[in-house]
């Protein structure tokens, strides 16, 4: 080391001496400034500041100073203008008979604690104190990851988040929006249900700020196929069977008539499946279409199914509705017949009737003209 390396460190050991004798305390102990007979000591009001805010520290001088310096702890920051600190964010802001003022930037948690303004005059020394209070705001530090579990699982969800003051921890369900909540770091869910799944929201609170992340349940659970409705088509028109499942994961489809199973493109049958959804179409519905059909849902926790019934619908044609009009016909004209028959003999048995019978003979007549105008709309069809 060279002569002037040896003079500056002497210098400095020369200040820092005179900075512990000034203070009147064993080296490495934390300035404690009250109390003191032999000084002026003043103790300023707590300084608050947020995390990566700007502090500065001022501190009245005099006429006559002979030595001043900035300390935190028992490290020396500045001792007048000389720079001490090796921090960056450490630097001076005043220094004259008024005032002696440096500034931290930038200022963090390690920053936090007491700073002392020391004072040399001519007659006596005398100190400034100061704390400083960090405030850091909520980070949520340590949370659970996503999960995929099985329905009747036990779930625990974990929070943890760092701040001053101290943050609070809160849990609850958000979507679907439910009332599952919790004033905790654990969010306890036993025997999970799949109507528990979705998004479940942690926050942490503190009087500066809040934090806010979220956590994604899955439950997987086995499909529960809807009940299968039996549809009717007309021999060679286009028929539809429709399947629903509720599974998580998605259940794959299968389709089978009796026992054997349905292949896309089988028999001019087509399998469409969309989501929870399964088509099964016949383009040109035979007679051998006809019959029972089951649709399978399956997925790695279970299975399910349900049937339907694809039957026959005769549609009516020309002939069919001739001869059912008919068959109508015909039976209104037995019950017209039936009746002119009851009534001629009641008039005939009647108290009133008239002997030589030509009271019958007009009802049979009145009946008679009846039955013709029923039966010529039908007559005149040939």
């Known amino acids: 080391m060279s002569v002037r390396g040896y003079l500056l460190a002497f210098s400095k050991c020369t200040v820092l001496l005179s900075m512990r004798m000034l203070l009147l305390l064993p080296a490495g102990l934390p300035v404690r400034s009250q109390g003191d007979s032999q000084s002026d000591n003043k103790v300023m009001d707590n300084i608050t500041v947020r995390q990566g805010e700007t502090v500065f520290l001022r501190c ?22 000389d720079k001490w600190s090796v921090d960056p964010r450490v630097s001076l802001v005043t220094l004259n008979q008024e005032e002696f003022t440096i500034k931290i930037e930038n200022v963090d948690m390690t920053d936090e604690g007491q700073y002392v303004c020391a004072v040399q005059t001519s007659s006596r020394p005398r100190t400034t104190s100061v704390h400083i209070l960090v405030q850091v705001p909520p980070k949520i530090i340590n949370l ?45 869910i036993p025997a999970i249900s799949r109507q528990r799944a979705g998004t479940y929201e942690c926050t942490a609170v503190n009087d500066i700020d809040t934090d806010v ?7 997987n ?33 299968e389709w089978y008539k009796d026992d054997r199973r349905i292949f896309n493109g089988f028999d001019g049958m087509e399998i469409e499946v969309s989501g929870s959804f399964s088509k099964l179409t016949f383009f040109n519905v035979s007679e051998a279409d006809y019959g029972n059909y089951t649709c399978v849902a399956i997925n790695k926790l279970g299975t399910s199914n349900t049937s339907f019934l694809l039957y026959e619908v005769i549609e009516p044609t020309s002939s069919t509705l001739l001869q059912e009009g008919s068959t109508s ?13 009851s009534d001629t003999y ?17 009802g049979m007549h009145s009946h008679t003209c009846l039955l013709f105008i029923v039966l010529l709309p039908f007559l005149l069809r040939f």
């Open 346 to 362: 009641a008039i005939q048995a009647g108290p009133r009737a008239v002997q030589d019978g030509s009271g019958g003979a007009m």
């Open 60 to 81: 009245a001088q005099g006429d006559i100073v002979t030595h001043t310096a900035w300390l935190n702890r028992s490290s020396i920051l500045y001792a007048g203008e």
């Open 213 to 219: 992340q979220t956590v994604d349940i899955t439950v």
């Open 329 to 341: 016909l015909l039976d209104v004209t037995s019950s017209l017949l039936e009746k002119a028959t």
């Open 221 to 253: 659970y086995a499909p529960s196929v809807s009940e299968g409705r039996d549809v009717g088509v007309t021999l060679g028109q286009r028929g539809v069977l429709e399947c629903e499942a509720d599974a998580v994961p998605e259940a794959d489809f």
């Open 144 to 188: 659970s990851k996503d999960l995929v579990v099985n329905e009747g699982s036990n779930v625990t969800l974990m929070c943890q988040a760092s701040g001053k003051p101290e943050p609070s921890i809160s849990w609850k369900l958000i979507s679907p929006s439910g009332d599952l909540a919790s004033d905790d770091e654990y969010l306890e």
